[in-house]
C-alpha cells in the first residue's frame, strides 16, 4: 500500500465520529491497521470499551465513504483502570464500579443487573458483587435465589453464573428468611471476605450493587477495595435528589470519581393510553450532573414490565433486548465503559527507591 493509498483511507475515516469517546476513529486511535491489495481494503478498529451495539451503524458509515466491499474487523481492548489512593487492583477483575444511591426505593438494584447483562451484551465479561448485606436481592433479580457457591478450599468460593454473569451475594449463604442481624463491623468485614475470597475469573467490569446510605459499606469499600469509579441512581423526586448529592459528596470525598447519573422512575407512560406524565418530577437527574459536573448517563421510566421481569429472575436486557428500555440500558453501559476507558489507566506496581549511601 503506498503512503497515498493510506492517507486517503486515513482521510475517509476522520469522518467517522466515535459516539461516545467524541472524537473521529483516528483521532481516538480506534484504528490499528489499514491495508490496501488492489482493489481489497480492510481496516481493523479496536475499541477501549464494548460496543456491540453500535458496530452495525459504524459499518454503515464506514462503507459509505470507503465502499461496500471494504472489510472491516472490529476488536475491543479494555484496560483496568487506576482505583482510588492507589490501592492495587483485584486479581482477575480490571474494572470495580460502584452502583449506589442515597436512599433505598429508587431501582438502584434493578438498574444494576440490567446494566451489568447491557454491558455484557455489549461483548464484555460481567461480574455483580452485592454488597447489600441487609437486604441481597441479586439472587431473585438473576433467577438463581437458593443457589450456593462452589467452595475451593478452605477459605474460597466460585462465583454462581447465571445468563452469563458471575456474582456473589450473601444470599447465597443464608437462607432466604433469616434475618442479618449484624452491627457495622460484621457488616464491613463480610463484605470485604465475600469480595476477596470469591474467585472471579478474568472479569472486565465488576458491578458493586451498594446498600443505601453513606455508612460502613461504603466506608469499607471506599478503603479496602480499588474502585474505578461510581454510577449514581436517583428519581426525579426532590427527596432522592437530595440524597443522591450526599451519595456524589461521599464518593468526591473518598476520591472515588462519579461516572455519571442514571434517573430513574423519570417517566410513567400509561399503559392504556399511551399518556406520558412526570409523576416524581422532572430534570432532577440533569441538575444534579450540571452541579457535579458529571454526566446524565440516561433516564428510564418507570415500567411495570421491568419491574416484573427482574422479579422473575429473567431482567428486562434479557427478556425483552429490542425494547426501548433495553436499549437505553445498553446506551448507558456503553457511556460507564467509555467515560473509564478516557480516564488514566492502572499504573504498575511502583519499585521502592533505594539509596546507597557511603559510610
Request: charged letters at 20%; glycine letters at 8%; proline letters at 6%.
Amino acid at each position: 500500500m503506498t503512503a497515498p493509498e493510506q492517507a486517503q483511507v486515513e482521510a475517509a475515516l476522520q469522518q467517522i465520529q466515535d459516539p461516545y469517546l467524541k472524537q473521529d476513529l483516528v483521532a481516538a486511535d480506534i484504528v490499528k491497521a489499514v491495508s490496501v491489495d488492489g482493489d481489497k481494503r480492510k481496516v481493523s478498529l479496536e475499541f477501549p470499551y464494548p460496543c456491540a451495539g453500535i458496530q452495525a451503524d459504524l459499518t454503515a458509515q464506514i462503507q459509505a465513504v470507503l465502499g461496500d466491499d471494504v472489510e472491516i474487523e472490529f476488536s475491543t481492548n479494555i484496560q483496568p483502570h487506576a482505583g482510588q489512593n492507589q490501592l492495587p487492583n483485584m486479581a482477575s477483575v480490571k474494572n470495580i464500579v460502584a452502583v449506589a444511591s442515597g436512599k433505598g426505593g429508587v431501582g438502584k438494584s434493578t438498574t444494576t443487573v440490567n446494566l451489568a447483562l447491557a454491558m455484557a451484551a455489549e461483548g464484555a465479561k460481567v461480574g455483580i458483587m452485592d454488597a447489600d448485606i441487609y437486604g441481597p436481592s441479586q439472587g431473585l433479580m438473576l433467577g438463581v435465589e437458593g443457589q450456593r457457591p462452589e467452595p475451593v478450599g478452605d477459605k474460597h468460593m466460585k462465583p454462581v453464573v447465571s445468563h452469563g454473569i458471575q456474582s456473589m451475594s450473601m444470599s447465597y449463604l443464608i437462607d432466604e428468611n433469616t434475618p442479618m442481624v449484624w452491627r457495622g463491623p460484621m457488616v464491613a468485614g463480610a463484605l470485604q471476605q465475600l469480595m476477596t475470597q470469591t474467585l472471579w475469573e478474568d472479569l472486565d467490569y465488576l458491578f458493586v450493587d451498594m446498600p443505601p446510605g453513606t455508612g460502613d459499606v461504603q466506608l469499607t469499600l471506599s478503603q479496602k477495595v480499588p474502585v474505578a469509579g461510581a454510577v449514581v441512581v436517583t428519581t426525579p423526586q426532590d427527596i432522592a435528589l437530595l440524597d443522591a448529592k450526599k451519595g456524589v459528596e461521599m464518593f468526591r470525598k473518598v476520591d472515588i470519581p462519579v461516572l455519571g447519573v442514571v434517573e430513574n422512575m423519570s417517566t410513567h407512560i400509561c399503559s392504556n393510553c399511551g399518556h406520558t406524565e412526570h409523576i416524581f418530577g422532572e430534570g432532577g437527574g440533569e441538575r444534579i450532573s450540571e452541579q457535579y459536573d458529571t454526566e446524565l448517563l440516561g433516564n428510564l421510566p418507570l415500567s411495570l414490565s421491568i419491574r416484573k421481569q427482574v422479579d422473575a429472575g429473567n431482567p428486562t436486557v434479557l427478556s425483552d433486548p429490542d425494547s426501548a428500555e433495553a436499549q437505553i440500558y445498553r446506551d448507558i453501559a456503553r457511556k460507564v465503559a467509555a467515560i473509564l476507558a478516557k480516564r488514566g489507566k492502572a499504573a504498575p506496581a511502583a519499585f521502592p527507591n533505594i539509596s546507597i549511601e557511603e559510610d
